[in-house]
């Protein structure tokens, strides 16, 4: 009578379970989530490492593929919008008008963004440039591994925009800096392409945090199906 009320003590603290049965190993390499058992193997962008989960190692790639090719991007027509500035607009040396309250004006940068910290940071290029680089491949990985595609495009931009300016103070101490923004007399620190896509980046990564308009719908939607023809592919 003992063992039969300690099994049935022991039956009411247990929380209910489905039964699970062993994945395959074509399903542990893909990391298929199985709804009708609820067994789930993570999956990770690169290799084995455990970061994040998706819905299986293809989706996953080219989840990492459109997230590097938005940073790239932004990172790229960075790069060269400082190439023309500083071989051909610039050259001589001058304030260009272009609209009543944005110049080209050429500046250099020793600090974060906007010139913050530019007296403190100036005597360690180096230092901010391999920080900067860290931060980027942080982003990067945290935007394969969000599931909201605003997010994902947001922390691309902003990781593209730190490995821009980052490419600058590794290539000549300090970031070129070329757009003044003005109103009334009044001057907003000098600024660049890096710059607008980190603010841009910031805006969608706020975007996603509410529910609607987020992408996040799209993309689970997408991920859905992908775990379905794996699925069926499987069982077929």
């Not at 074509?26 to 009708?36: I, W, Y």
């Not at 970061?51 to 299986?56: A, R």
């Not at 180096?126 to 982003?139: E, N, Q, T, Y």
């Not at 394969?144 to 990781?159: Q, V």
Request: hydrophobic share 50%; with cysteine; aromatic share 10%.
């Amino acid at each position: 009578m003992t063992i039969v009320t300690e099994s049935r003590r022991h039956a009411r603290r247990s929380p209910a379970r489905f039964p699970l049965e062993p994945l395959a190993a074509s399903d542990r390499r893909e990391g298929v989530s199985d709804l009708v058992t609820g067994t789930f193997m993570p999956v990770a962008p690169f290799g084995n490492l455990p970061l994040c989960s998706g819905p299986g190692r293809t989706a996953m790639w080219w989840r990492a593929m459109a997230v590097i090719s938005w940073a790239v991007l932004a990172a790229g027509l960075d790069q060269l919008s400082k190439w023309a500035i500083l071989t051909q607009v610039m050259d001589p040396l001058r304030a260009i008008e272009i609209t009543p309250f944005l110049n080209l004006r050429l500046g250099f940068n020793y600090g974060v963004s906007f010139g913050l910290g530019s007296g403190v940071l100036e005597n360690w290029p180096g230092l901010l440039a391999a920080f900067k680089l860290a931060v980027a491949g942080g982003l990067i990985i945290w935007a394969i591994c969000s599931p909201r595609l605003f997010e994902r495009i947001g922390l691309a931009l902003i990781s593209g925009g730190a490995l821009g300016n980052a490419l600058d103070r590794w290539r000549q101490g300090a970031v070129t800096d070329f757009l003044d923004l003005h109103w009334a007399g009044w001057h907003w620190p000098t600024f660049n392409g890096a710059d607008i896509a980190i603010s841009a980046g910031a805006v969608l990564v706020l975007l996603a945090a509410f529910p609607h308009g987020s992408g996040q719908g799209a993309a689970t939607a997408r991920e859905r199906r992908a775990m379905a023809r794996q699925t069926r592919r499987e069982r077929g």
